[in-house]
């Protein structure tokens, strides 16, 4: 498996993430209602897309942004990655989601500061679609998990002509007006929990090296509904859903590359510096100069002044080469200690 599978606008290199999350509320509406597996969501994909299977984003390429407190802190994220990416712009956004109560096919996104069914403190999707629609990304990927996300593909749907907007792939976790489930046994949501089991360790079998958006939501969609979960729908424009991006976990190649990575033979150990440092040849001279002194002291008992000198001095040489040939024996057979930072003496 090579990358040239991978279509160029999937390459990590020039690709762009925003994992949007509003696990936490602070308007009374929303009392008792957290969504503590938004939080797990963001977490969870956003490990996920940072590992080379299935994608490869550089962290500063992955942005996590948990509990925005505006629409515009959240637009903003989006339009700032937009404008840097050259390749696939993968947005994704779980939280809260309401209808218009005048127009059902209006959904609103919310943030930590939105009222339930208020929708001057919430986001209006069309404005996430805008910024969509109008970023450089020449590939746009939008995942929704919320309660009438697919109200998304009826607005996506409804825009006059194609070339505004061409290379947008839309996957949300409901149909329209339906809600979402919050809950999983794994602690994510149920629609996610799914995607990242099909992006991740599961993958699409029978598919190839690579996998589109459209298989991974296909894939995604027979999971959910082998578990009796609600369907998610999906909507592309263009060839967005159809491009190899994301490494499939299920192909042999993936495997096969996995357990190389796994069995690759460790570095061999670094060569030791064969010289002895100044602590070495100070500690040396020192033990011998001691030796001698000891050996004088001694002789002097029973011998000359004379005598004694010329006795230490021997001693001393006799322990000087021997601290040395010690140290070449070491030295020669691997074991010579060098001290970090210090210097040496060839």
Not at 44 to 50: A, P, Q, T, V
Not at 108 to 129: F, V
């Amino acid at each position: 498996m090579t990358n040239a599978d991978r279509h160029p606008v999937g390459d990590p290199a020039v690709s762009h993430a925003v994992l949007i999350g509003t696990a936490t509320y602070r308007h009374p509406s929303y009392r008792g209602r957290n969504l503590p597996g938004v939080s797990a969501n963001v977490a969870k994909l956003g490990s996920m897309l940072r590992q080379d299977v299935p994608w490869g984003l550089a962290p500063v390429r992955c942005l996590a942004v948990m509990n925005p407190t505006s629409a515009d802190e959240i637009l903003t994220a989006i339009e700032s990655a937009g404008t840097q990416c050259r390749g696939t712009l993968f947005v994704y956004y779980a939280g809260h989601g309401f209808c218009s109560s005048t127009n059902p096919d209006e959904l609103y996104l919310t943030h930590s500061g939105s009222a339930e069914d208020r929708q001057a403190t919430a986001l209006e999707y069309r404005h996430l679609r805008d910024a969509l629609i109008h970023c450089g990304a020449p590939n746009k990927i939008l995942v929704l998990d919320c309660c009438y996300a697919g109200n998304a593909t009826r607005t996506m749907g409804s825009l006059n002509g194609h070339l505004a907007i061409e290379g947008t792939f839309v996957l949300a976790a409901t149909g329209p007006n339906r809600a979402a489930r919050a809950d999983s046994a794994t602690g994510l949501t149920a629609f996610t929990n799914e995607l990242v089991g099909v992006l991740g360790k599961d993958g699409v079998p029978g598919a190839g090296p690579f996998v589109s958006i459209e298989e991974v939501a296909a894939r995604t969609h027979e999971r959910l509904e082998a578990s009796g979960l609600p369907l998610p729908t999906r909507q592309a424009h263009g060839y967005a859903g159809r491009r190899p991006i994301f490494k499939n976990y299920a192909h042999p190649a993936t495997i096969a590359g996995l357990l190389d990575s796994l069995t690759e033979p460790e570095s061999p150990p670094a060569a030791r510096d064969p010289r002895l440092t100044l602590p070495h040849l100070a500690w040396g001279l020192l033990w011998s100069l001691a030796i001698g002194v000891a050996c004088a002291t001694i002789t002097r008992s029973g011998h000359s002044e004379v005598w004694a000198l010329r006795a230490g001095i021997v001693t001393s040489l006799l322990a000087c080469a021997a601290f040395f040939a010690t140290g070449a024996w070491l030295t020669r057979t691997g074991r010579q200690p060098t001290a970090t930072g210090s210097r040496t003496i060839s």
